[in-house]
Nanobody, 125 residues
Framework: QVQLVESGGGLAQAGDSLRLSCVAS????????LGWFRQAPGKEREFVAA????????FYADSVKGRFTISRDNAKNTLFLQMISLKPEDTAVYYC??????????????????WGQGTQVTVSS
């Protein structure tokens, strides 16, 4: 069983930067593909970014390409999401997810094994 705990969210202004972290416990962290998702008020949860187990492959939603960077530190069991040039539309609860067999994506969202509890990011204009 893997537990995921996100942190790093908060209040930012448009153009600011934030870095989210997701610390995992239990399981073998390096075996899992990882991803970030977000859910804005009144909207469905959406895919943000994903990374495979050895960081060779990363994937991004079009809405965050060039502004967000996903990375991981397998030695520290930690997933990161560096966010720059934040926009008000980035306001959402951000969740990390892990799966041993599937790289997180919009299509795979319902099948992912583990989810964190989320961290709130609020961007004001």
């Amino acid at each position: 069983q893997v537990q995921l705990v996100e942190s790093g969210g908060g209040l930012a202004q448009a153009g600011d930067s934030l870095r989210l972290s997701c610390v995992a416990s239990g399981g073998t962290f390096s075996s899992y593909a990882l991803g970030w998702f977000r859910q804005a008020p009144g909207k469905e949860r959406e895919f943000v970014a994903a990374i495979n187990w050895d960081s060779r492959h990363t994937f991004y939603a079009d809405s965050v390409k060039g502004r967000f960077t996903i990375s991981r530190d397998n030695a520290k069991n930690t997933l990161f999401l560096q966010m720059i040039s934040l926009k008000p539309e980035d306001t959402a609860v951000y969740y990390c997810a892990a799966d041993i067999g599937v790289v997180p994506s919009a299509r795979a969202m319902a099948r992912l094994d583990y989810w964190g509890q989320g961290t709130q990011v609020t961007v004001s204009s």
